[in-house]
């Protein structure tokens, strides 16, 4: 739009050929020249000219130092301001441009000569004092950026074109915390930033005045405007409380944590005047006459407390009534306990959270009116009192540093004061408001009989006699608050409020620990106290009607171990009561978790992750206040999108998932006190199984060969290797003749299996991701071509049986964890590479004892073996039980496999032509696995190379006669050979051809 003017071409000469120029800028100072006056015709040219200047002075501060040299000469900044005076039409859209050209400018400049000569003759400080029409929502937003900028480039020395120590002017500061209340968050956002690199720059002269001049009057209103904040907050809490506002509630939290950050940086740059007096106010203007009072009982109708009074005075009774006092606003006490939790979580500056914990564990209601001075004493000298109370400043910040502005710093510091801190009376429209009420209260219950006066009067003074006869009221609520009788609204919010404690830099541990153990009524002590609160949420929470939340359950147990904890060493200080309360609780949870141990098809998945979960999940306290739907009642619908832990289960599956996650919880704990090591879980041992591209001796495997089709119709020529837990594709080595390298695995209790109706040598196997997950993408899901149906047949069989033994072997492992009776000591089902079964139920890792016993345990083990597995062969003279010996009852004696090894004899499927089969063609499973990098340094052939354990028992039988034998823990059958009588005993009573299965 510009080009069609034809500007550059205009009646003041021709445009230069180079854009960034000197003589370009000169070009564009003769423009401003003739356009002094700002109107509708020359606007765009004028915007243009400004922009263009801007492009010109950065390209200068890299190139040509002439280009600033001329920009000064003609005080071009002059021409600036002359323009922002204007009052002309178009002069708003001028400025606009003229804020982003100055934004540019500086955000850019990189010589610091060019800095200076920008910031010298004071006209930046008079741009930032203009009074600019900031209805205009562009002119807010660049002028806002424009000081944030400005504020970037502060330091030691840029400090003194700003702050003007003769006059005790500081626009850069004081025109920005005049908008640290703007509707709009981004303002308020840089207002922070502005006010941070402001105290960031150590100059004594300049914080002395930011202390005198403005501290008071800008901390009292702003944490009179995070109190209205909270107000909000808890306005929204008392109406949600079906949680249909939630959107409403995560942004005034998540505002409200901006606050406390931006205290936090405040109080963490260590500057101490300004750390003082910010404080004080805190603790005296918000957290002690807001926080802490609204944990007091709540006070009756003020219309009924002035009619006892007179009641009172009447029968010449005194009755200690604070009317003023009642009236002082209050939240909710489950907002209280949350915001004091946040307190303790993000600010850590020990005059404040020591202060603030000594009024929670010590205080008494006196502190409303003498606040937390014996504590703040003891780390300022010379402390400013502060009146407790919390209300409206009498002033606003814009007010108070418009009077500031123009009084000497004595008589601006008494006026800060004065107008900043001291005012904590609540305005008087509302206690007029309130007065007609009053008096219409004291009407209806002028005619009332005697006895009724004194009830009245009981009932009206009993609630704040009983609170101030406490020797530690707030303590006392907050402990109180940890009964979760009905549900653990309450407790969930306190629990948090002292884990914050306990953990908060700021306050040093022993201190905590001395205030909570000291006796205060005889042997009791509040340590005791809360031990005995947090053993009854765990008692409470292992009941099946439990409505504790797992977040809940998971705060207690934590707590629980750290005021166990000694302090100087790793001993338990807990009674032995108090302990077999706690193992009572693991048992109560062992006790509902066995009701879901049958009645959930998926309870396995469900175990191994909530397993998972518990691993992964570590307790942060601080990330779970940012959660606002803590501050909403429980709830037990998954619809309001809250985090399983903190809502309650909906459904059995939730239910079990519960329970499984409790007990859990409490055998941790258990084994803490105990000082246990886990070695039971996880089910399955990680280090035993193979991994993807290990590589593997086959030489003694049991394959199937198959062709692997994937959705994209890819081909891959592959092996079927299926191991006591896993399903392994192979494919053969390159370089090593008998070896292959695993190409993909996964669990056998994760894999589904279908035939095709139109091919009988295909099947569809899908490996699914472990665990109840979001992710439902398999990992595997492909069609399995085999050369034959026999093939085909015998994998489905293996696949299929080798699923459900792996299922069943977990499942004992976790009938064994929970001590179902009756399966205690069960062998049928002993896990091999995960545990040992023994007569006490096994408790030790396979792995642990074949390394102490110093032999080679193969790599796929032979015992506890799934369908389809190779047995360990021996011979006939060896040292082992046949078969007929150690199952002379079974009725299941034959073979329920399909031989791979002899196709002619599989016509005839009867056991008797399966016992002539030659046991020497039987092959054996892989016993080695070796990495990529092992196979360098790999020396002699590779049958050498694994010959120990189950291969150098068959190097000295060969040429002997063989039989297969299973291991004592397997129930399962070989598939291969059998003797004559024992094929006939187990062929009566059973159809020929028919395939049976465990």
Avoid at 287 to 301: K, N
Avoid at 943 to 956: D, K
């Amino acid at each position: 739009m510009f080009r069609s003017r034809s500007w550059f071409g205009g009646p003041w000469g021709g445009r230069p050929k180079n854009r960034l120029s000197l003589e370009h800028l000169k070009y564009l100072y003769s423009i401003l020249e003739k356009n002094t006056t700002v109107s509708e015709s020359n606007r765009g040219l004028l915007v243009e000219s400004l922009r263009c200047i801007a492009e010109i002075l950065i390209w200068g501060d890299q190139h040509d130092s002439l280009v600033f040299d001329f920009f000064l000469e003609k005080n071009m900044l002059s021409y600036f301001l002359h323009i922002m005076r204007q009052k002309s039409g178009g002069s708003s859209f001028v400025c606009v441009q003229l804020l982003q050209t100055l934004n540019i400018l500086f955000e850019n400049i990189r010589n610091e000569t060019s800095l200076y000569y920008l910031l010298s003759n004071n006209h930046v400080n008079s741009i930032m004092v203009h009074k600019f029409d900031f209805s205009d929502e562009d002119v807010m937003g660049y002028y806002i950026l424009f000081l944030k900028t400005l504020s970037l480039k502060l330091n030691t020395h840029t400090i003194h074109f700003f702050y003007n120590e003769h006059t005790n002017d500081f626009p850069l500061y004081t025109e920005a915390i005049k908008f640290f209340n703007h509707p709009e968050s981004m303002v308020r956002i840089a207002v922070r930033t502005i006010s941070l690199n402001v105290y960031k720059v150590q100059n004594p002269s300049m914080l002395r005045f930011i202390r005198d001049k403005t501290a008071a009057p800008y901390f009292s209103n702003l944490v009179w405007f995070i109190g209205k904040h909270i107000l909000e907050l808890d306005t929204c809490v008392r109406t949600d409380i079906d949680h249909q506002s939630n959107q409403k509630l995560s942004n005034l939290v998540a505002e409200h944590l901006d606050h406390l950050h931006y205290l936090s940086d405040i109080l963490l740059l260590e500057i101490k005047d300004l750390n003082a007096v910010l404080t004080e106010h805190l603790l005296h203007k918000l957290f002690v006459p807001l926080y802490i009072f609204s944990l007091t009982p709540a006070p009756p109708p003020p219309s009924l407390a002035v009619v006892t009074q007179n009641l009172a005075a009447v029968l010449n009774r005194n009755v200690d009534i604070d009317i003023q006092e009642m009236h002082n606003p209050r939240v909710s006490s489950i907002v209280a306990l949350f915001l004091l939790s946040l307190v303790f979580l993000v600010v850590s500056h020990a005059p404040l959270v020591h202060a603030l914990a000594w009024v929670i564990l010590n205080g008494n209601h006196s502190v409303f009116k003498e606040g937390a001075a014996e504590i703040l004493n003891s780390y300022v000298e010379h402390r400013e009192v502060v009146v407790p109370g919390f209300g409206e400043p009498d002033e606003s910040l814009e007010q108070a540093l418009d009077t500031v502005t123009g009084q000497s710093s004595s008589s601006s510091y008494a006026l800060s004061e004065d107008s900043g801190v001291e005012s904590s009376s609540p305005a008087t429209t509302e206690l007029d408001s309130q007065a007609d009420a009053i008096e219409a209260e004291q009407i209806k219950l002028r005619n009332i009989t005697d006895e009724e006066k004194q009830l009245l009067q009981k009932s009206s003074s009993s609630t704040k006699a009983d609170f101030a006869e406490m020797a530690n009221p707030f303590l006392d609520t907050v402990l109180h608050a940890l009964d979760c009788t009905e549900n653990d609204y309450l407790a969930l919010l306190s629990l948090c409020l002292i884990y914050a404690m306990s953990h908060n830099r700021g306050i040093k541990n022993e201190w905590f620990e001395h205030v909570l153990a000291k006796s205060t009524r005889g042997a009791f002590s509040y340590k005791t106290a809360l031990i005995e609160h947090l053993l009854n949420i765990i008692t409470q929470s292992s009941q099946p009607s439990s409505r504790i939340r797992l977040i809940t359950v998971e705060i207690a147990l934590e707590l629980l171990v750290t005021f166990t904890r000694s302090s100087s060493d790793d001993s338990r200080c807990i009674t032995a009561a108090q302990q077999d309360l706690l193992f009572s609780a693991r048992n109560q949870s062992m006790v509902v978790l066995r009701n879901f141990y049958k009645s959930e098809d998926i309870f396995l998945d469900l175990f191994e992750d909530e397993y998972n979960e518990m691993r992964k999940a570590q307790l942060n306290v601080e990330f779970l206040c940012m959660d606002s739907t803590i501050l909403l009642p429980p709830t037990g619908t998954p619809l309001t999108g809250i985090n399983f832990t903190r809502r309650l289960p909906c459904g059995e599956v939730e239910k079990a998932r519960r329970a499984i996650r409790v007990y859990f919880l409490l055998r941790r704990t258990c084994q803490k006190f105990l000082n246990e090591k886990e070695t039971l879980l996880p089910l399955t041992n990680v280090v035993n199984l193979v991994q993807v591209e290990n590589v593997l001796d086959l030489n003694n495997s049991d394959l199937i060969a198959c062709t692997v089709v994937a959705k994209d119709s890819t081909k891959q020529r592959r092996f079927l290797v299926i191991d006591a837990l896993q399903l392994i594709l192979v494919e053969p080595d390159a370089k090593l003749l008998g070896w292959g390298v695993a190409k993909f695995v996964g669990f056998l209790q994760d894999v589904e299996v279908q035939g095709d109706k139109d091919d009988s040598r295909c099947l569809h196997i899908t490996v699914h991701r472990g665990g109840v997950t979001h992710n439902r993408t398999p990992l595997l899901s492909a069609k399995f071509l085999f050369d034959d149906h026999i093939r085909c047949m015998a994998a489905k069989q293996r696949l299929t049986k080798g699923r459900s033994k792996a299922r069943q072997k977990k499942m004992y492992q976790i009938a064994q964890l929970i001590e179902i009776p009756g399966q205690m000591d069960s062998p049928v089902y002993a896990v091999g590479g995960t545990m040992v079964a023994s007569g006490s139920g096994g408790s030790g890792n396979s792995s642990g004892s074949s390394s102490r016993s110093g032999h080679h345990r193969p790599m796929f083990s032979t015992s506890n073996r799934v369908p389809g597995f190779a047995a360990v062969l021996r011979g006939s003279n060896s040292a082992g039980v046949s078969r007929t010996q150690m199952a002379p009852n079974r009725s299941i004696e034959g073979s329920e496999e399909i031989p791979l090894e002899d196709f002619q004899h599989s016509r005839n499927n009867s056991p008797h032509s399966r016992g002539n089969l030659s046991p020497a063609s039987r092959s054996h499973t892989p016993i080695r696995v070796l990495h990529y990098d092992q196979l360098s340094g790999h020396s002699g052939s590779p049958r050498e190379a694994s010959l120990g354990g189950t291969n150098a028992l068959l190097s000295q039988l060969n040429g002997l006669p063989r039989e297969v034998i299973p291991a004592r823990s397997s129930e399962e059958t070989s598939f291969i050979g059998s003797d004559g009588s024992e094929a006939t005993g187990g062929s009566e009573g059973r159809r020929r051809g028919a395939i049976e299965t465990v």
